[in-house]
């Protein structure tokens, strides 16, 4: 698949289904991941797969936090079923190294371009994904059982899966818009 194309049609595809990248397309992924722009080399990244029983083991600790917060049952079962949107999540962590010259932002952030580079590598093989956050990537809860400490950060849980629905169309957005000169 051509670059140019890949990153000016990329899309989150929202329902996935098996098969999801196993074998040499998984590593492909995280190599993509691990391809990150990266200050002073710190590798700010954890790669946590879920799939299999590893999606309820999510969903449990996704049920822990709202139950925690008190949450409805409505919500707790929502919590319960989040991970299955997917046959894979992918929670990818920014893990911070104290730095006198990298800030915790930098690596928060190379820790994200990782998550956007595995999202288009997946794609680029054939697979697609999507990102997300929510309250829950926050939940001091879900923070202790997945050992997201400190400054670390859950960025976000990548789905992954092979597409199960048409991509929507990219709509052009207005270059002027968005580009100042100085
Ligand atoms: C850090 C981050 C967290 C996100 N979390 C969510 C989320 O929790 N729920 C959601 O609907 N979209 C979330 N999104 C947006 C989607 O991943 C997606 O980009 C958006 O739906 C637009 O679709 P597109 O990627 O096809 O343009 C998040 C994006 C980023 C960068």
Redesign the pocket.
Known sequence: MDALALLLN?????KLIEPVPQGDSLNNIFRAGLRAPDHAGLTPWRFIVSQGEGLQKLADILVEAAKADGADDTVIEKAGKAPFRAPMVITVVAKVTDHDKVPVIEQHLSA?CA??AM?LAAVAQGFAG?????KW?YHPVVREALGVTGNDLI???LYMGSPACR??K?HERDIAQFVEYL
């Not at 990329?10 to 929202?14: A, Q």
């Open positions: 990329r899309r989150s595809l929202p994200g998550v956007q999202q999507f990102w997300r956050t929510g990537a960025v976000g849980f991509e929507a990219v």
